[in-house]
């Protein structure tokens, strides 16, 4: 299967500041990745799919404007979650689609906002 | 859209059997996935499940009806590294080729 790393792992970070996610993938070549949130004891939530070289797709009920994705290239995706507030404390987790469709998650960035 | 339903949580004890179920309500069915997820940590793959029948793995086993909308994960000869939430995830056909996922079941192995 695909390996997936994510930096940070966790991240505590002020209200109004903003906050970048990276998403590798270090050994398969991902045109898409996928970015998903999850609150404690809930189920994961697709926020958008990231494509490489062009804008990424967004769930219904997500901001685009607060969450920046940039897929640079075939092994690098970010999410920036700009002007942060206590109410995006989340779990943070990327994935990638491997060659038989399987999902491969990274390991999740824990993010708090105080 | 969809709806997946599991229970929110099991106990059971080292060394026993348990089974999680699923059931699943979507337009279109293209396969059905679990995954376990440690306290803090990513979900890792355990099976996938496009056909009715079963699918065993070493200690995990799933199984599919489509007809019935439903599936279930058994666990068997249970570790107290068992203990994890399963997540059960669907993907319709036709569109999105990214499953919905469950809220999960919490599984507490004791001793």
């Known amino acids: 299967g695909a390996v997936v790393s994510q930096h940070p792992s966790r991240v505590i970070c002020k209200s109004g500041t903003s906050v970048k996610i990276e998403c590798r993938s270090l050994d398969f070549q991902a045109t898409t990745m996928f970015w998903y949130r999850q609150f404690p004891k809930k189920s994961l939530m697709l926020m958008a799919t990231s494509n490489e070289g062009s804008k990424a797709t967004y769930e219904q009920g997500v901001e685009k404007d607060k969450f920046l994705i940039n897929h640079a290239s075939l092994t690098l995706s970010t999410l920036t979650v700009t002007s942060a507030h206590p109410e995006d404390s989340s779990f943070y987790i990327c994935?990638?689609?491997?060659?038989?469709?399987?999902?491969?998650f990274g390991p999740g960035t824990r993010l708090t906002v105080l | 859209g969809q709806n997946i339903d599991q229970p929110t949580e099991m106990t059971a004890t080292e060394g026993a059997i348990v089974q999680i179920n699923c059931t699943y309500q979507?337009?279109?069915?293209?396969?059905l996935f679990w995954y376990q997820q440690h306290a803090g940590e990513a979900p890792t793959f355990l099976s996938y499940n496009v056909l009715d029948g079963l699918e065993e793995k070493g200690r995990f086993s799933s199984f599919l009806s489509r007809s019935k909308g439903y599936s279930y994960l058994l666990l068997k000869e249970l570790q107290m590294k068992d203990s994890a939430s399963y997540l059960c995830a669907v993907r319709a056909s036709g569109g999105s080729y990214i499953p919905t996922f469950g809220r999960g079941t919490s599984l507490i192995v004791h001793p």
């Open positions: 994935s990638l689609l491997g060659s038989t469709d399987t999902q491969y």
């Open positions: 979507t337009s279109g069915f293209n396969g």
